[in-house]
């Protein structure tokens, strides 16, 4: 299982540049994703690497909100993730 995509939803406190405390929402997607086996893919490889896919400029904070997540099965298969920019 691979899930690709936008949760507007950073995973941890390392994926948002304000380092707000984890919320209930946050908390239950991480526990379900966890019951059903899955893993956020680039924090599970970078677990201290900050890198952000999001600004919001109202706020002025950075923040991850792209997730690519798999089976835990498959994490011995990725031998490597990179977050690309593009700085317009």
């Known amino acids: 299982t691979i899930i ?5 939803t950073p995973p941890s406190i390392l994926d948002r540049s304000s380092r707000q405390k984890i919320n209930k ?3 239950d997607m991480n526990s379900a994703l966890d ?3 899955l893993v956020h893919i680039y924090r599970t490889l ?3 690497i900050t890198e952000y896919t999001f600004f919001s400029s109202p706020h002025g904070t ?3 909100t792209d ?3 798999s089976s835990k099965t498959l994490i011995g298969k990725c031998k490597r993730t ?3 920019t593009n700085n317009l």
């Open 4 to 8: 690709v995509g936008d949760f507007n």
């Open 25 to 27: 929402g946050i908390q």
């Open 35 to 37: 019951q059903v086996n």
């Open 46 to 48: 970078h677990p201290k």
């Open 62 to 64: 950075h923040s991850k």
């Open 67 to 69: 997730h690519i997540i």
């Open 82 to 84: 990179v977050i690309i």
